[in-house]
């Protein structure tokens, strides 16, 4: 016997929480269904341990301002991500002021954003980005110094033990963010049961079936591996790296071609509180050359469960495992005849990544302690250790020209009838999951939007519009959510 309900969502991260909040909203009358395979949500990506929790808006992560040929810096994608973090910001405030989340401080904190460079030409780049960004609206007060001893008052532990006479640089935004996605996942998910979600922890889709009215999805209980069919009018795929697997299963055609490239990562992290009470920033480097943009040097203050740690990384890897807790066998069961060209042509013009990949695999305790040293040259390696990023897979997508190409970036694909949609890809991930979700919405309930634009704009007030094309809206905007999220202006 099959039960039915109007949305299933296969995945218990932040982005099915927050799709299963846009619905209650939208729809309250439906019957929803949470599917996670572990024992509880937000235990995989959305993790606390398992992500910088930054808060992607682009304030401090140069690979979102790339240089061009000319010496030129793009900032198209800096302003996007700008844009779509200031939804979630949106969104955030609306839970706090409807006292859906009464108190911020369980999942997002004040944190300065750095970027933080060395040698002439990255102090060059540096101070190019803070011209072309500084009088954007959506990068308000942006500072910007070549001083080490101010650069020592923002962030200490970047000064202490350097060599005098280096070229230097930094910028810094007070309106940066610490973001715990694993407690606002958990935190959503509790509100929507008390709703009247169902939740079905410790169990896995194994099939999925089209049907006239919808989807039939086979399920099995992790513990016992007994089987369930549930029956949907809509299924939301957002099970980190697995959604790929998933909606090749699925059979719809939208996903053909498709591919992914799985990036494993891993930290090192400092609990010594006396350290940690001297940095209270998030602070970004620029990449090695062929480096994945998941794999941007940051050393971050990271606050969980009320205690503030250091994690700086992550220094990435490859395994073909698709989750972190996946299988060793996910990279080789996404293989299909459509996506094989795809593939390849990105392994082909990819050698430099996978080079890079090589080398941060075999790198020694010594190699990454260096990596940290160029950081914070005083730091002691006896305060640090190592812990085991989230794992990403990032999107391949088929390209008539190339055959292929390695997206960094996250992608909603959704079947022409708007019963499946799943999310692909990885940063900016978390951070940007109102936006995504509202993509989503559009994409599978288009008749519906109209009906459901005065609600979208009581949780997202600029819903319609872009606030970067208008800078008062803008400056309101962040003033409104920093005011509700206790947040820097």
């Known amino acids: 016997m099959s039960e039915r309900f109007d949305a299933v969502l296969v995945g218990g991260g932040i982005m099915s929480a927050t799709l299963g909040t846009l619905l209650a909203e939208l729809e309250p009358d439906w019957k929803i269904l949470l599917i996670e395979k572990l024992s509880g949500v937000g235990e995989e990506s959305s993790n606390a341990w398992n992500n910088a929790g930054t808060g992607h808006s682009a304030l401090c992560e140069l690979n979102y301002t790339p240089e061009r040929p000319d010496g030129t810096l793009a900032t198209e994608s800096a302003i996007k991500v700008n844009e779509q973090f200031q939804v979630s910001r949106q969104f955030w405030s609306w839970l706090v002021s409807s006292r859906a989340i009464p108190d911020p401080s369980s999942f997002i904190h004040p944190s300065p954003h750095m970027s933080f460079v060395w040698g002439e030409d990255n102090v060059e780049f540096l101070r190019k980005r803070y011209e072309v960004l500084k009088d954007h609206p959506l990068f308000p007060n942006m500072e910007y110094s070549e001083d080490p001893a101010t650069i020592a008052r923002w962030a200490p532990l970047l000064i202490d033990g350097r060599k005098k006479g280096d ?15 694993g407690a606002l996942t958990r935190a959503l998910v509790q509100r929507l049961e008390d709703k009247g979600l169902q939740s079905a922890t410790e169990h896995r889709v194994v099939g ?9 999805l086979k399920v099995h209980s992790e513990v016992g591996n007994t089987p369930s069919w549930i029956d949907t009018s809509f299924v939301f795929v957002g099970a980190g790296g697995m959604s790929l697997n998933l909606l090749q299963a699925s059979g719809i055609p939208e996903i053909r071609g498709y591919g992914g490239f799985p990036v494993s990562g891993v930290w090192l992290r400092c609990d010594n509180d006396e350290v940690s009470s001297l940095h209270k920033a998030k602070v970004y480097g620029k990449a090695s050359v062929g480096a994945p943009p998941m794999s941007v040097p940051h050393l971050d203050a990271r606050v969980v469960d009320g205690r503030t740690s250091l994690l ?3 220094y990435a890897g490859f395994t073909p495992k698709f989750l972190k807790q996946g299988s060793w066998f996910d990279f080789f069961q996404s293989i299909r005849w459509h996506n094989i060209i795809p593939l390849i042509a990105v392994a082909i013009t990819n050698i430099s990544l996978v080079t890079y990949l090589i080398k941060e695999v075999l790198a020694t305790r010594s190699k990454r302690l260096q990596a940290l040293w160029d950081f914070y040259p005083s730091a002691d390696p006896d305060d640090w250790f190592e812990l085991t990023a989230g794992q990403r897979v990032q999107v391949i997508k088929p390209d008539s020209q190339k055959g292929g190409v390695l997206q960094f970036g996250t992608e909603v ?21 109102a936006p995504i979700m509202i993509d989503v919405l559009e994409a599978c309930f ?7 634009s005065k609600t979208l704009k009581t949780m997202v007030p ?8 208008n800078p008062d809206k803008a400056r309101r905007s962040l003033e409104t959510t920093a005011k509700k999220l206790r947040l820097s202006v």
């Open 312 to 314: 700086f990384g992550p």
């Open 462 to 469: 600029s819903y319609g519009t872009v606030l970067s094309e």
């Open 446 to 452: 288009p008749e519906k939007i109209p009906q459901w």
């Open 208 to 216: 999925l079936k089209r049907k006239p009215d919808g989807w039939t």
């Open 167 to 181: 070229p230097l640089a930094a910028t810094r935004f007070l309106s940066g963010s610490d973001v715990d996605f």
């Open 413 to 433: 694909v959704a079947s022409s009838d708007g019963t499946i949609a799943g999310l692909l890809g990885a940063s900016p991930g978390a951070s940007t999951a």
